[in-house]
C-alpha cells in the first residue's frame, strides 16, 4: 500500500531492555525488509558495572558503567539488524525512590513535553508505521520504563504519525511457567529466589486482553544472542542460563496491546503491520 518500506519503530528505557522486551519483533522484521529504529531514552548508568559491580556500591563507577553499556548496546542493534539505533542520552533513573530519580539529567526528571518533542523529531524523521513501548505502569513500575512510555504517547499525538501503536505485555498464562524456570535456572541473585508460596504479582496481561501475538521463534538465536550481548547485567543471566533452545520455547512469542490503530486490521492478529502490507 505504500512504496517506501515500512518502518517499526521501539523506544525503550535502557540498554537491553530493547533484547528482552522486542528483540524477536526487531529481528523479525528487519529480515523482512522493515526499516527499524530503536530509540534508548536513558544511558542505562543505575546498571551493574565492570565486574559485577552493584550501583550502591561505592566504587560503582557510573561513567564506565554507561560507556560500557552503549557498547553491549550497539553489539545487541547489530545482532538484531536494527537500522538505526538513537539514543536520547538521559540519566537512567535507578529504581523508584533512588536519589538518582532526582539528579538534574535524570530522565525521570526530565519534563515529559520537553522530551516528548525530542522524540517527535525523530518520529517526524523516520515516519514509523509502527511504534512499540511500554504500558503505563511501565510494565513493572521502573520510573524510566513509565517516562518512556509518556513521552512516547505524548509524541505520538504530537505528529500523528504512527498508524499503529502497541504497548508490550505478557500473558499471565506463562507466568506459572516461568515461576518453574526460576526455580530451575535461579535469578542471578539468590537473595531474590521467590519463596515457594510467593503471590504472582499482577503483571502482564489475562490472554484474552492480549491483542497481538507474534511468532518469533524463528528469531530466537538473535533474541537470545542481543541479551547475550548484554551480559554485564546481572538480571540477564538468568535467562542467559535457559540456553537457547529452552529461551527460545518460553520467549519465542512476542506479546502487545494494539492502544491506536487506523488500519481496522482484525484482532487478535499475528503481525504488527497487519493491515498496512
Ligand atoms: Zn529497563
Known sequence: MVDRP????????????????????????????????????????CGDGPGGVKPDDPAHDAAAVVAMREGELRASCEILGVDHLELLGYADSGMMGWA???????????????????????????????????????????????????????????????????????????????????AEFGTGDESEQPEPDTEIPELGLPDEQITTWIDTSAYGGAKFDALAAHASQGENIFFLRMGKERFTEFMGVETFVRVRDCTDAALPEDDLFAGLR
Not at 521501539?10 to 527499524?36: C, I, M, R
Request: hydrophobic share 40%; aromatic share 10%; charged share 20%.
Open 100 to 182: 538518582a530519580n532526582d539528579a538534574p539529567n535524570a530522565f525521570w526528571n526530565t519534563p515529559v513535553a520537553e522530551a516528548a518533542e525530542r522524540l517527535a523529531e525523530l518520529m517526524r524523521t523516520y515516519r514509523p508505521d509502527v511504534v512499540v513501548t511500554y504500558d503505563e505502569y511501565g510494565f513493572y513500575g521502573h520510573p524510566d520504563h513509565i517516562q518512556a512510555h509518556r513521552i512516547t504517547m505524548a509524541a505520538v499525538e504530537l505528529t500523528g504519525i504512527p498508524k499503529k501503536v502497541y504497548w508490550t505485555t505478557v500473558p499471565r498464562s506463562g507466568f506459572e511457567q516461568f515461576q518453574k524456570l526460576m
Open 6 to 45: 515500512l518502518v517499526l519503530m521501539a523506544v525503550h528505557a535502557h540498554p537491553d531492555d530493547e533484547a528482552t522486551g522486542t528483540g524477536g519483533v526487531l529481528a523479525k522484521y528487519a529480515a523482512e525488509g522493515v526499516e527499524t529504529v530503536l530509540v534508548t531514552c536513558t544511558d542505562g548508568g
